[in-house]
C-alpha cells in the first residue's frame, strides 16, 4: 500500500521531470508530466486526509496541491478537499488559509469566458482575490495591469517594427496613441473585463515605422502577449528570452509580466484569456515572488567583482524622479524616518513601471554600488 510519502515523493520527481521538460522546450511532454505530478499530489493529500495525519502535514500537501493545480489546469479535483478541509476541527484556525488555497484552486475557473464573446482584438483580464470579489476590484489594481498589457504590446510592436528599444520617447508616444485600450463592463468571474484594442474595425495597427516594414494586427500584437505570458508563467526570464531574443526588449517584457503578476497579498491569480480555433486559450500568470526579480543592468566594473555588491530593502515613499537620459534615470525614496534616498534604476527594467508608483508607498530592494549609489533591483507596494 502506497504511503502520503511515496505519494508525494512521486509527484515531486514528476515536477523535476516537467522542469526538464520545459528547459528542453518539449511543451506537450511538460503539460501532460504536470497532470500526472497534479494527481500524484492529489492523491497524497487524500490519502493523508483519510489517515488523519498531521495538520502541517495536511496543509503542506493542500498548498503544494494547489499549486500544481495551476501548473495542470485542473482545479475540481482539489477543490473537494479543499471544502472536506474547511469543514474539519483541527483545522478550524487556519480558515483564512484555507479559503486562499480554494481561490488558488479556483484558478482557472476565473479564466473561463462564461458565455462571453470575444473577438481577434480583446484580451480577457481576470483578477481574483482579497481585493477582488465577483464583479468588483479595487479600481487601481485593475487598471494598473490593463496599462502594463498595453506597454508590453507598444514596446513589442516596436520590436517586432525594428525600432531600438532605446529609440526616442516620440515614437513610443505615437504608438500608445494607436494601442489605447478600450474597456468592456466588469463580470464576475471573480473580477474580469474584457480588454479591447482598435476601434470603428480597425484590423492592421498603423504603426508603420517605415514604408517596407511588415504589417502588424491587433491580433498578432495579443497573440505576442499570450506567447510571453506563457513564457514568463514556465521560467521567467530565461524562458522569455526563447521567445523574444532582443535581450532589452525581453528584460522589459518579463518585468512587465512580473508587475502583472498577483501579489498573494491583495491579488491571488490574474489571468489572460483570448479566443482562438474555437475556444478559450488561457494562461495564468505565478505569484510573483514564484520567480527571480529581473536582472538589471550592472555597470562593467561590478560584473568581475570577487564579492557581488550588498542587497538591501527600504520601506517609503517614492516622492520625486527624473530619466533625462536612459543610463542616468534616478528616483527619490523618502523613508519611514524621513531620510530622502536617491536611487538610480535601469530604464530597460523598470522605465516603464516605476511612474505606476509615484506618490505611493513602497519595498523596493536596492542594490548598494560603490560607496555613493545605490540601484534599484524590484519595487512592489508595501
Excluded at 479556483?106 to 481585493?131: F, K, N
Amino acid at each position: 500500500m502506497s504511503t502520503v510519502r511515496e505519494r508525494h515523493d512521486r509527484a515531486m520527481q514528476l515536477v523535476d521531470e516537467m522542469l526538464v521538460a520545459r528547459r528542453r522546450q518539449d511543451r506537450d511532454a511538460a503539460t501532460q508530466l504536470a497532470a500526472d505530478a497534479f494527481c500524484e499530489e492529489l492523491a497524497a493529500t487524500q490519502l493523508a486526509f483519510d489517515r488523519a495525519v498531521s495538520v502541517a502535514t495536511r496543509l503542506t500537501l493542500l498548498r503544494s496541491l494547489a499549486n500544481l493545480a495551476r501548473e495542470a489546469r485542473q482545479w475540481e479535483p482539489g477543490l473537494d478537499l479543499a471544502v472536506r478541509a474547511l469543514a474539519t476541527d483541527d483545522l478550524r484556525d487556519h480558515r483564512a488559509e484555507l479559503f486562499q488555497i480554494v481561490d488558488t484552486l479556483r484558478t482557472y475557473e476565473h479564466l473561463q469566458l462564461a458565455g462571453v464573446e470575444l473577438d481577434d482584438r480583446d484580451v480577457q483580464l481576470s483578477v481574483a482575490g482579497p481585493e477582488a470579489a465577483p464583479g468588483f476590484a479595487r479600481a487601481d489594481e485593475v487598471s494598473r495591469r490593463v496599462e502594463y498589457i498595453r506597454t508590453f504590446m507598444v514596446r513589442n510592436t516596436m520590436r517586432r517594427q525594428g525600432i531600438p528599444f532605446d529609440a526616442g520617447p516620440s515614437r513610443k508616444t505615437k504608438f500608445r496613441e494607436t494601442l489605447t485600450p478600450y474597456l468592456s463592463v466588469g463580470r464576475a468571474a471573480s473580477y474580469a473585463v474584457t480588454v479591447r484594442f482598435g476601434v470603428h474595425e480597425q484590423t492592421e495597427l498603423e504603426l508603420k515605422d517605415a514604408p517596407n516594414t511588415p504589417s502588424i494586427s491587433v491580433k498578432d500584437a495579443i497573440d505576442d502577449l499570450m506567447l510571453a505570458a506563457k513564457a514568463y508563467s514556465e521560467g521567467g526570464l530565461p524562458e522569455v528570452e526563447q521567445v523574444i531574443p532582443d535581450k532589452q526588449y525581453a528584460r522589459n517584457a518579463a518585468s512587465l509580466l512580473r508587475q502583472l503578476s498577483p501579489d498573494e497579498e491583495r491579488i491571488a491569480t490574474v489571468g489572460l484569456t483570448v479566443y482562438r480555433g474555437g475556444g478559450a486559450d488561457a494562461v495564468a500568470l505565478p505569484y510573483r515572488r514564484a520567480l527571480p526579480p529581473v536582472p538589471t543592468w550592472m555597470p562593467a566594473s561590478l560584473r568581475h567583482q570577487a564579492l557581488p555588491p550588498s542587497m538591501f530593502t527600504v520601506v517609503g515613499r517614492l516622492l520625486e524622479g527624473g530619466a533625462k537620459t536612459p543610463e542616468r534615470a534616478w528616483a527619490t525614496i523618502v523613508t519611514d524616518e524621513d531620510e530622502p534616498l536617491r536611487i538610480r534604476y535601469d530604464e530597460t527594467t523598470h522605465g516603464d513601471i516605476i511612474g505606476e508608483y509615484w506618490k505611493r508607498r513602497v519595498r523596493a530592494q536596492l542594490r548598494r554600488e560603490g560607496a555613493k549609489h545605490v540601484m534599484l533591483q524590484d519595487i512592489d507596494d508595501e
